[in-house]
């Protein structure tokens, strides 16, 4: 099989292959990462604090979004060591079509905001400031999960240094 082949079969396998939709909302109910409801109340917040935002574009029928919430974004979010305190944590579902309040605002659908910030793939975490602005490059599938939290502080790191924050975070979380 040529390289052109296996790559699209590759792409084609991570778009369709994450398992078959079961829902309009891929939000799941059990998961401790809060849903995005309102970007324009969130952005409030972050400029407050001068936190980032981090939000995880999921859907329903992508069983690597489902890995990535319960093994490495809920255990974050139910530590009560991050959200609010070093970042804003949301999932962004791809699935959801209702529209929410954007940052200045105006309503979008939560698939058209995750577009706007080039989440094509699904899980893409994205890191925004309070004005929506991207303040670090977004993280696209799971390379290696049990080292995806550090991925995840170095990408704070680097939005810290673009927002003027002088937060920085560990590499390795303590445990």
Known sequence: MNIKLLGL??????LLGCGQATSNSGYDPQSKLQELTNLETLS?????????IMLMAGA???????????????????????DGKVVFMR????????????VNGEPIR??????????????????ING??????????????????????????NDAYQKMGNPLRLEAMPSQ
């Open 9 to 14: 079969v590759t792409i084609t396998f991570w």
């Open 44 to 52: 409030k917040k972050a400029r407050d604090q001068n936190l980032p």
């Open 60 to 82: 329903e029928w992508c069983e690597f979004c489902h890995i990535l919430r319960s093994e490495v974004l809920d255990p974050m979010a139910l530590g009560g060591d991050y």
């Open 91 to 102: 999932y962004l579902s791809v699935d959801e079509h209702q529209p929410i309040a954007d």
């Open 110 to 127: 939560k698939d058209q905001l995750a577009r706007r910030y080039r989440a094509d793939l699904t899980p893409t975490v994205i890191f």
């Open 131 to 156: 004005q929506g602005e991207k303040v670090a490059d977004n993280i696209v599938g799971i390379a290696n999960i049990e080292l995806y939290t550090t991925l995840i502080h170095k990408h704070l």
